[in-house]
């Protein structure tokens, strides 16, 4: 109760003129940030970063921070529309999200994006009002071993999830590992992979392989499919929000999970990538209409973005009581804090009370005041799609080759786009299927890193993944949903020969 | 006429051009490439002397903050590098900027920058866990040589400062870590405050929450003389009560590391001296101060010849763990 009492002290604090307008003005230019693919958050929050410098610490974050949800709410919105992930965690919002659009239906996949997110978010926020205590000390319990297996747990739930061929799937996931593993090694300190190239030491950027794996890739099949969007005919009715709105509790199995999900990853952390991919892939294999994963159920949009929003809020948390940052974002973010004179770390909760729970108010608060905004801007956002193609063709590429190049300022970087554009064309063509190597990519160099860091600690003993009740049940859950598909195929296989639907 | 017009002209851009030699102003915006990720301890150092600036209005053009920190930060050193001839990129750094192309094979070398500043000394000390047994660094080192090959020492990076330490540390007392490389100090801290490791070496910024929350503990700091701060952290201990490394038994006299900031080659010199003025303003403000002693740093400004010596010297000590280790790429 004492949280309580604590919580609308923060409120308090929060709820003042100033702070309600910051918010507005933060969620703006984050919706603006993150539907340019590459500004992203972490790049918007940085250009914001010196404007900071002079305002109070809570008026500091509290614009922060309702940039990030706004530009977390915009990176959704390319991806459902144009199929353009602005962050790494909205990839897997992009599996059903565009689909539903392609098939008129994108004011409902926004909607339903936007509101899940949100509901994850709250659920994020009161976990952490609720927890706060309890959930440093437990992310304190992870090492090495357990971000491996936490990764592994992630991997393993999306194993067997694509219509592809498992071989396919391999070569896709192979692929990622390779460039993840480009660029500078954190535990030899030797470079890898790099060829000599410069550009390559601080390894592909995540967003360049998605800007051309997905949008341009993307827009190259459309050419050649006869230059038209199908979202065309689409009419952009305003009631159609209201009545999504009213379609949303009946997906309340699948917020509770996802959000469970999202809150579980963001505290052991595994974060918001990892949350939305398993949130999707345990969605798909739980849910009574499996053949309708990736052709526009709207399931397959609520279970990414609830979990991605829960945890995105609730690894706020070890951020501030362990001054360890989850995310690029929230790197720049604590960077903020010590300019403005905190330090981050357990301290900080019982020395700048005013300052953590005005924070954690605003983040209820601000994630009201995103979802009302970006539900106005539906109408807007979903009539884009009405323009023909021929001209929004062009924008497109202007916009992902912008985006490409604002990650790091180099030109070396168009031409990579480019190449994995062909790629991502590529492997369309020849049905490989493209999240394995995304999610490989995302999180192959942490999963590698871990490993070796492990087999460092326990001198080359894999016993180490079974050395304490934590890692060795997580290790458990993760070898179950990995070997779970493969024992019921062969099971199915013995049983009826002619299964065809044996990949779940 | 029309050779005495072309006299006056000379004159006047002679004049004009001495003039702005004399006294070099940036032109255009002026660029300042940090040589880490957004929230390193570079990247710090770089955004306080940028807000300072702004504060006290010290250069009439704005600032830009780009992080390049690929490559353990060469990426920024080779993009200085590029940039030859080129007044309006500032980097900033630390001993990396001369250290990193021994251990990789890299598009620079040292000698391809200008070194106009180093600002600050950051301190390294040795943390154990604070419910660990040893209560002086003494003790913890004969532990470690009782049983070799199984404490485990974290620290930031491979072949980086914190590995460099560790094995200056095993040469002079002949004991034997496991050296685990994280991807930060901030985690190699959280990772011995949950008790996964058994000490490391990081920088009191990195650590001084968790030391304040009572998780972990200090004992003794790599410098010549005890830190500054009288005010106590913990309920018994401050800054200044940490024994140097020296006065507790192990014999290394220093370990630490300067914030440098840097020019690419082939800048006038008046460029040089114009942001090491800029520089000596800033490290004099309340500000400065205030960061210095937040992040319990060593206040030292070095600019010019004992710029170089200093350098010389710290790049001689380092290489020489390095050629031992076998570290040297090539």
Redesign the interface.
């Known amino acids: 109760m004492e949280n309580f009492a604590s919580l609308l002290h923060g409120f308090g604090v929060a709820l003042t003129t100033y702070h309600v307008m910051l918010m507005m003005i933060g969620v703006f230019l984050g919706i603006l940030v993150g539907v340019l693919p590459g500004l992203g958050a972490?790049n918007g929050v940085?250009l914001l970063?010196?404007l900071t410098?002079?305002m109070d610490p809570v008026a500091a974050i509290i614009l922060l921070t309702s940039m990030y949800w706004g530009a977390l709410f915009g990176g959704s919105t390319t991806s459902i529309l144009f199929n353009i992930p602005g962050e790494p965690s909205s990839v897997a919002t992009t599996f059903d999200g565009y689909p539903m659009a392609r098939q008129g239906q994108a004011t409902q996949a926004l909607t339903l994006a936007f509101l899940s997110a949100g509901f994850g978010a709250l659920v994020g926020v009161i976990l952490i009002t609720v927890l706060s205590s309890w959930v440093a000390k437990f992310?304190?319990?992870?090492?090495?071993p357990e971000y491996f297996a936490v990764y592994f747990l992630a991997f393993a739930s999306f194993i067997g999830l694509g219509a592809a061929s498992p071989l396919k799937t391999i070569v896709s996931m192979g692929l990622g590992f390779a460039f993840a593993a480009v660029?500078?090694?954190?535990?030899?300190?030797?470079?890898r992979l790099t060829y000599?190239f410069?550009e390559l030491?601080?390894?592909i950027s995540f967003l360049i392989a998605v800007i051309g794996l997905f949008g341009i890739g993307e827009l190259m099949l459309t050419i050649e499919e006869g230059l038209r969007f199908d979202g065309i005919q689409a009419r952009v009715k305003i009631r159609d929000v209201f009545k999504t709105i009213a379609t949303l509790p009946r997906y309340w199995v699948t917020l509770l999970r996802s959000a469970a999900v999202g809150c579980w990853m963001g505290i052991t952390p595994g974060g918001p990538t990892a949350a939305s991919f398993m949130s999707y892939g345990l969605a798909k294999r739980l849910s009574r209409r499996k053949e309708g994963f990736g052709q526009g159920e709207p399931e397959g949009v609520v279970a990414p973005e609830t979990a991605d929003h829960a945890a995105g809020s609730s690894a706020i948390l070890p951020m501030l009581a362990?001054?360890?940052?989850g995310s690029?974002t929230?790197?720049?973010m604590?960077?903020g804090l010590?300019?403005w004179?905190l330090?981050?770390?357990?301290?900080?909760f019982v020395e700048r009370p005013d300052f953590v729970w005005g924070l954690i108010a605003s983040m209820y608060l601000g994630n009201i005041v995103a979802v009302l905004m970006v539900l106005a801007t539906i109408p807007l956002f979903a009539s884009i799609l009405r323009i023909p193609f021929a001209i929004i063709g062009p924008v497109i590429v202007v916009v992902c080759f912008i985006g490409a190049y604002t990650v790091?300022?180099r030109p070396f970087d168009l031409w990579l786009a480019l190449a994995f554009g062909v790629v991502g064309y590529l492997f369309k063509k020849l049905d490989y299927p493209i999240a394995p190597l995304v999610l490989a990519m995302v999180l192959g160099d942490k999963a590698e890193?871990a490993f070796r860091?492990s087999m460092?600690?326990s001198?080359g003993s894999l016993s180490i993944f079974w050395s304490n009740g934590l890692v060795a049940t997580l290790m458990l859950i993760g070898l179950a949903l990995a070997l779970g598909p493969l024992l019921s195929t062969m099971l199915g296989r013995v049983g009826k020969p002619k299964g065809s639907s044996v990949v779940a | 006429m029309l050779k005495i017009s072309w006299l006056i002209a000379t004159a006047i851009a002679v004049t004009y051009g001495s003039m702005a030699q004399a006294d070099w102003k940036p032109a255009k915006p002026v660029e300042f490439i940090v040589t880490s990720a957004p929230g390193g301890g570079t990247d710090n150092f770089a955004r306080v002397v940028q807000s300072i600036i702004a504060k006290h209005k010290l250069m009439e053009q704005p600032i830009v903050v780009t992080n390049k920190g690929g490559g353990s930060g060469a990426e920024g050193f080779i993009y200085t590098k590029v940039a030859t001839g080129d007044s309006h990129k500032l980097t900033f750094g630390t001993n990396n900027a001369y250290l990193l192309p021994y251990v990789a094979k890299l598009a620079y070398k040292p000698d391809e920058l200008i070194p106009v500043a180093a600002m600050a000394l950051d301190e390294f000390l040795l943390w154990v866990k604070a419910d660990a047994p040893y209560k002086d660094a003494k003790s913890y080192i004969e532990a470690v040589k009782a049983k070799p090959d199984t404490f485990k020492m974290g620290g930031s990076q491979s072949k980086d400062t914190d590995q460099t330490l560790t094995s200056l540390i095993q040469d002079a007392t002949g004991a034997k870590f496991i050296y685990v490389p994280f991807q930060g100090g901030g985690a190699a801290g959280v990772q011995l405050a949950g008790g996964h490791i058994d000490s490391n070496t990081n920088n009191p910024n990195e650590n001084a929450g968790q030391w304040k929350a009572g998780a972990i503990t200090p004992l003794c700091v790599f410098s010549p003389t005890r830190l500054q701060g009288g005010v106590k952290v913990t309920a018994t201990m401050g800054w200044s009560d940490i024994p140097t490394c020296k006065e507790a038994g192990i014999p290394i006299d220093q370990f630490q590391m300067p914030r440098t900031v840097w020019l690419p080659g082939g800048v006038p010199a008046d460029a040089v001296a114009f942001y090491a003025d800029i520089l000596k303003k800033v490290s004099q403000t309340p500000e400065w101060k205030e960061y210095i002693e937040r992040t319990s740093q060593t206040d030292r400004f070095l600019t010019g010849q004992d710029l170089r010596t200093f350098i010389a010297s710290d790049d001689a000590k380092n290489r020489k763990v390095f050629e031992q280790e076998g570290w040297i790429a090539r």
């Not at chain 1, 992310?139 to 090495?144: E, G, I, K, M």
């Not at chain 1, 330090?343 to 900080?348: H, I, K, T, Y």
Request: hydrophobic share 45%; net charge neutral.
């Open positions: 972490p940085s970063l010196p410098f002079t992310a304190l319990r992870f090492s090495s660029g500078m090694d954190t535990v030899s300190g030797g470079l000599g410069n030491l601080s390894g362990l001054g360890v940052p690029a929230a790197a720049v604590m960077g010590m300019i004179g330090n981050p770390g357990p301290m900080l790091a300022g890193d860091q460092i600690m001198r």
